[in-house]
């Protein structure tokens, strides 16, 4: 089968498209035929050697597919040849087939596209884990989104009004935040990191945000967390801005907030239950189309090169997709 392949950690131009083989799947696997594949930030990690969770070479990326099933190991019952699914891979996604873990397989409902599956179950399932389980986001509370257009800005916004939060989006152009207008998004900000602080001040009434959605890291953090609401929560989403930062601890002492980090990766592998409910809500969600996905554009499998550096330039509004088989 075809895939692309990592066989020199590097940027997107080291990728080499080529044959592969996943083998047959062991205890608690499942062999995917891939429909499509998402695109996401840690993408474009991985192939350079900085993420979380590293392969040996050769290695294919790609931590996101919806396809059908092909076969299942040996103990895996919940699912049979011929499933929709959708899979979080951490990698090996971005080929014709993937092996993928049973307990981090979930079906697709049939009024769920292949390409609507990829967009949300990575960016969406990371999202509605940090609002609700590590958030606690209720109704009525006001939820402020750094980098508002990207693949897991855009769900923070959704997700925050399905949960009845008002929705600060805030983005780098004009572009970008009218594009989080037509999410939903309640109001916008165009930030820099000398202004984010007293935006958001006088944008909650000089109050703070009870909730900041963090994916961004860098210069933006520090001050972001100045502006926010006593006993709020700040979520260590990612770092987009490629700097990690350091925030003072004197910051949640006397705020008396809370640094909160949000690793998808980490929660579905230790709390598969609890991470399959969510997903499942998700599915219902996108199944009644209380949440639209939204796609920027879609590329083929061999085109991976063109579509990691589209994000790594920061011009994706949404998700980026694979169109594979």
Not at 43 to 69: H, S
Not at 103 to 111: G, K, Q, R, S, W
Not at 291 to 309: G, H, M, Y
Request: with cysteine.
């Amino acid at each position: 089968m075809k895939a692309v392949l990592v066989k020199e950690l590097g940027g997107p131009e080291k990728l080499v498209f080529g044959d592969h083989e996943v083998g047959y799947p062991g205890p608690g696997r499942v062999i995917i035929e891939v429909k499509c594949a998402g695109i996401n930030f840690p993408d474009t990690l991985i192939i350079r050697g900085k993420y979380q969770f590293q392969p040996d070479l050769p290695f294919v990326p790609g931590g996101e597919v919806a396809g059908v099933i092909k076969e299942v190991g040996p103990d895996v019952t919940e699912f049979k040849p011929g499933d929709r699914v959708v899979s979080g891979t951490t990698w090996g996604a971005f080929a014709e087939e993937v092996q993928g873990f049973a307990f981090n397989t979930h079906h697709l409902p049939d009024e769920v596209s292949f390409q609507d599956g990829a967009t949300v179950l990575m960016t969406h399932g990371t999202v509605i884990h940090a609002l609700k389980d590590r958030a606690n986001l209720n109704e009525g509370e006001t939820l402020a989104v750094l980098g508002a257009s990207g693949g897991v800005g855009t769900a923070a916004i959704q997700l925050g009004k399905v949960m009845g939060a008002k929705v600060i989006a805030c983005a780098s152009t004009h572009e970008k935040l009218e594009f989080c207008k037509m999410l939903g998004a309640d109001v916008l900000h165009k930030y820099t990191p000398d202004n984010i602080k007293a935006a958001l001040k006088d944008l909650t009434g000089g109050k703070g945000a009870d909730v900041i959605f963090d994916a961004v890291g860098g210069d933006y953090s520090e001050q972001a967390f100045r502006a926010i609401a006593p006993m709020g929560r700040f979520l260590v989403v990612g770092f987009a801005s490629g700097h990690v930062p350091k925030i003072p601890l004197n910051l949640p002492l006397l705020k008396s907030a809370s640094l909160t980090g949000v690793f998808w990766g980490n929660f579905f592998r230790h709390y598969p239950e609890e991470n399959k409910r969510n997903i499942q809500e998700l599915m219902k969600l996108v199944a009644s189309r209380k949440i639209k996905p939204v796609v920027d554009e879609v590329f083929t499998l061999s085109e991976t090169r063109q579509a990691l550096e589209k994000i790594e330039k920061r011009e994706v509004m949404g998700k980026i997709i694979l169109q594979v088989n």
